[in-house]
């Protein structure tokens, strides 16, 4: 009798993965303070920080907050605030036939100001509602805590995560929604793809770089800030609410040496324990050795005390992590600010993404190698230009992209990997995060709206939603 695992488990979660920051728009409504993904613009169209670089600094942060004439998609989303049961009845049972539902909590909906007195009930009212309706269409809800929406005031007033105020006002936050909401939702994620400090740095972690004299050394001591507010909230969950389970996140940033040189490898090494060193700290309780290296080399100077280095044993329950494209990694790309390219060998997307559907399972092998617990993919998916055709959507290029990462998937069972659940990102249209454009969509079902907002905003099921549809009534089996 074979001992080899080669189907997905009878209770995998087959998932649609959100961001309420990217699809709920009504971003002045019920009480909702601005968020900071509120203040990107339309293929990030905003000035530029007068340091030169990329980050945004405070003025470019108090210039989107008055700006009303730029192109700002997030805060209209896909008016999902107010179609949220007609779209989950189109994802759950009734219709794409999810039985799990992922999205966050959008923090300023919550906490307007990040640091009030009390929470806004209009905010926590609506969450009720949304998780209701997800129950009812036969969808289990994974809540994220905090999915690049923290309120715009911790950013100027307090530098994000950059100061440990903003820990106390993410551990106040996580304590009111697990008040609220752990009888309905067991399954957590803290922070979105934590490990997202270079791409998303301001989106994620706050901190304006005209405040900071070292923004590198800046989002090092932000995140590890960060990671002790984590184990705030594990700690409260594990002792008060035990039947509930916390995970930790990463972004795929695990990546290949670009070339067999002793040298590379190294790099390749160095740069992928710093990509896990996040969940590392989330999952083992403690920084590791060769990230206090990887400090002292970068003469970067981060500081924690023993009370919070104590506080870290407070670990999460489960790894998760997304996966869209892989790179690769040289001596002198790692020397260099720890940066990586893209593979030639791979395909990629018309934004420049790696496919690499065997990179899912390399990844699955090493994750689960490192970690043994169980693992959720809570992001997967390729982002198209999408025609309209006759009222129609004819996709059939969207199902080998999926069919060769589901067949990596098992592949990876069967090599012992215990996994959980596969969360399709976005499978209703919604904005994109990393350039705020509707035009690169990830859906089984069409969003009529534009990158500028006009549309009919009619939902239309595109032809792959029929074949996702026979993919989870067959527990993975059918990918024909």
């Known amino acids: 009798m074979s001992r080899v695992n080669n189907k997905f488990p009878e209770n995998f979660l087959w998932g649609g993965g959100f961001a309420a920051n990217q699809m709920e728009g009504a971003y002045l409504e019920g009480g909702k303070g601005l968020c900071i993904s509120d203040l990107t613009r339309f293929r990030n169209d905003l000035?530029?920080?007068?340091?030169?670089?990329?980050?945004?600094?405070?003025?470019?942060?108090?210039?989107?907050?008055?700006?009303?004439?730029?192109?700002?998609?997030?805060?209209?989303?896909?008016?999902?605030?107010?179609?949220?049961?007609?779209?989950?009845?189109?994802?759950?049972?009734?219709?794409?036939?999810?039985?799990?539902?992922?999205?966050?909590?959008?923090?300023?909906?919550?906490?307007?100001?990040?640091?009030?007195?009390?929470?806004?009930?209009?905010?926590?009212?609506?969450?009720?509602?949304?998780?209701?309706?997800i129950i009812a269409n036969g969808m289990e809800p994974m809540i994220t805590m905090s999915h690049y929406e923290m309120p715009v005031n911790l950013v100027l007033k307090y530098r994000g995560w950059y100061q440990e105020e903003t820990?106390?006002?993410?551990?106040?936050?996580?304590?009111?929604?697990?008040?609220?909401?752990?009888?309905?939702?067991?399954?957590?994620?803290?922070?979105?793809?934590?490990?997202?400090?270079?791409?998303?740095?301001?989106?994620?972690?706050?901190?304006?770089?005209?405040?900071?004299?070292?923004?590198?050394?800046?989002?090092?001591?932000?995140?590890?800030?960060?990671?002790?507010?984590c184990a705030r909230i594990s700690k409260y969950a594990h002792e008060n609410y035990p039947d509930v389970k916390i995970g930790c996140m990463l972004c795929d940033g695990y990546d290949y040496a670009a070339t067999c040189k002793p040298e590379d490898v190294l790099a390749?090494?160095?740069?992928?324990?710093?990509?896990?060193?996040?969940?590392?700290?989330?999952?083992?309780?403690?920084?590791?050795?060769?990230?206090?290296?990887?400090?002292?080399?970068?003469?970067?100077?981060?500081?924690?005390?023993?009370?919070?280095?104590?506080?870290?044993?407070?670990?999460?329950?489960?790894?998760?992590?997304?996966?869209?494209?892989?790179?690769?990694v040289d001596k002198e790309h790692f020397e260099n600010g720890n940066k990586t390219f893209m593979n030639n060998e791979l395909e990629a997307t018309s934004w420049g993404w790696s496919i690499d559907p065997k990179g899912l399972r390399t990844l699955l092998n090493v994750f689960y190698d490192r970690y043994q617990c169980p693992i959720y993919i809570t992001e997967n998916g390729i982002g198209l230009f999408d025609q309209l055709e006759n009222g129609e959507i004819h996709d059939e290029y969207r199902l080998d992209f999926y069919r060769k990462h589901f067949e990596a998937?098992?592949?990876?069972?069967?090599?012992?990997?215990?996994?959980?659940?596969?969360?399709?990102?976005?499978?209703?249209?919604?904005?994109?995060?990393?350039?705020?454009?509707?035009?690169?969509?990830?859906?089984?079902?069409?969003?009529?709206?534009?990158?500028?907002?006009?549309?009919?905003?009619?939902?239309?099921?595109?032809?792959?939603?029929?074949?996702?549809?026979?993919?989870?009534?067959?527990?993975?089996?059918?990918l024909e």
Not at 95 to 109: D, E, F, K, P, Q
């Open 47 to 133: 000035p530029l920080s007068k340091k030169g670089n990329k980050e945004m600094d405070s003025e470019v942060v108090e210039f989107a907050i008055q700006d009303n004439e730029g192109n700002y998609p997030k805060r209209r989303g896909i008016d999902f605030y107010h179609t949220y049961k007609e779209d989950l009845k189109l994802l759950g049972k009734f219709g794409l036939g999810l039985n799990s539902y992922r999205t966050s909590i959008n923090w300023a909906r919550i906490f307007p100001n990040g640091d009030d007195a009390e929470p806004n009930e209009e905010g926590l009212k609506f969450y009720d509602d949304l998780i209701d309706e």
């Open 167 to 229: 820990i106390d006002c993410f551990e106040r936050f996580g304590k009111v929604i697990l008040d609220r909401y752990h009888e309905k939702v067991k399954l957590w994620i803290n922070v979105n793809q934590i490990n997202l400090i270079s791409h998303e740095s301001i989106l994620h972690l706050g901190i304006p770089c005209d405040k900071v004299d070292n923004m590198a050394e800046a989002k090092y001591q932000g995140v590890l800030n960060e990671m002790i507010g």
């Open 268 to 328: 390749a090494l160095r740069h992928n324990q710093m990509e896990v060193f996040y969940s590392d700290v989330l999952l083992r309780g403690k920084i590791p050795g060769y990230a206090w290296h990887f400090f002292e080399e970068n003469g970067y100077n981060i500081q924690i005390n023993k009370e919070n280095e104590e506080m870290l044993k407070n670990t999460s329950d489960y790894f998760t992590f997304s996966y869209y494209y892989t790179g690769v």
């Open 409 to 478: 998937m098992k592949e990876a069972i069967k090599d012992g990997v215990d996994l959980r659940g596969y969360y399709a990102w976005g499978p209703l249209d919604i904005v994109s995060c990393s350039s705020s454009e509707m035009s690169k969509r990830y859906g089984f079902i069409y969003v009529d709206i534009d990158d500028y907002g006009n549309g009919s905003g009619k939902r239309i099921k595109k032809d792959s939603f029929n074949w996702f549809n026979q993919v989870i009534k067959s527990n993975g089996e059918n």
